[in-house]
């Protein structure tokens, strides 16, 4: 299954821990604050305090990096489907300078932290793939799935913590919204178009983010301190890294790295 990670990337997930450290200096993480306390939306009534002792104003930003080759992509038959080219694989995708996009980042053994009202999210059909390749969203939110392909799609959600999705899509359609309860990383596929796949995060708290195509990601919200993440991609694996948000931010300060050893080498 797509989401699954491979032990063969231990080796590389304890190297690029040790490369994070001769790269970044003590309290030289992304550290910036944020308007004081949490930001205003979240609402601190009812959370644990647990939960309460981890939000707070800092945000911590950084960049998700691949040293070394970048992995081949993944074997598409190439052609047309109802009037569109097969797209190319989107499993990696590397900027020039080794920006990783498509990274879910996500706060360890987060505690549970209630939001409500929290907007509609939205998985798109166009042009023969799943836009976006990636989408990370909360429980209780309510998701949509929208096409805008002149074809029928199948959305197959291979969730195992929330009752699987399949779904049927003909034309261009928009489906009722899906709220999942559980939290989970599955994969997302489409039965009649093989090459379409996607990534399913729910998280049951707000501290995380997808890397962009620059592999830069915020997340925000976090109380000063010392906070262990998890970073996770589809084809490279999971690494786990620990920062300290105590320093006071610096300006103009260059982005901290977490690192990637690829497993092309």
């Given amino acids: 299954m797509a989401c699954s990670f491979q032990s063969r990337f231990h080796v ?13 200096s003590a309290g ?5 604050k944020t308007p004081a306390g949490p930001p205003a939306k979240w609402q601190s009534r009812g959370q644990s305090e647990r939960a309460k002792a981890i939000a707070g ?3 911590f930003v950084a960049r998700i990096i ?3 080759p970048i992995p081949p992509p993944l074997a598409i038959v190439g052609g047309q489907h109802a009037g569109h080219d097969v797209p190319a694989d989107e499993s990696i995708i590397v900027s020039p300078d080794g920006g990783v996009k498509n990274c879910v980042i996500f706060l360890k053994d987060a505690p549970v932290w209630e ?30 799935v929208q096409s805008k392909d002149q074809t029928l799609h199948n959305i197959q959600m291979q969730t195992r913590a929330n009752p699987p999705q399949n779904l049927v899509t003909r034309n261009e359609q928009t489906l009722d919204p899906i709220v999942f ?9 489409c039965d009649v178009h093989p090459w379409m796949r996607a990534q399913l995060a729910i998280f049951e708290h707000p501290w995380f983010a997808v890397s962009d195509g620059d592999g830069r990601f ?18 490279l694996g999971e690494l786990e890294f620990t920062v300290d948000l105590n320093p006071a931010p610096v300006a103009n300060q260059q982005l901290p790295v977490v690192v990637y050893e690829s497993p092309a080498q």
């Fill in 12 to 24: 590389a997930a304890i190297f690029a821990l040790w490369t994070i450290a001769l790269c970044i």
């Fill in 57 to 59: 104003d800092r945000a």
């Fill in 218 to 235: 915020e997340i925000s919200g976090l109380a000063p301190g010392k906070h262990t993440f998890v970073s996770r991609h589809e084809r």
């Fill in 66 to 68: 691949l040293h070394g």
């Fill in 28 to 32: 030289s993480w992304g550290c910036r």
């Fill in 115 to 144: 939001t409500v009202d929290l907007p509609t999210a939205t998985l798109m059909q166009v042009g023969l793939r799943f836009d976006p390749h990636v989408l990370a969203l909360r429980t209780g939110q309510p998701l949509i």
């Fill in 181 to 189: 309860k559980s939290p989970e990383i599955a994969a997302i596929t």
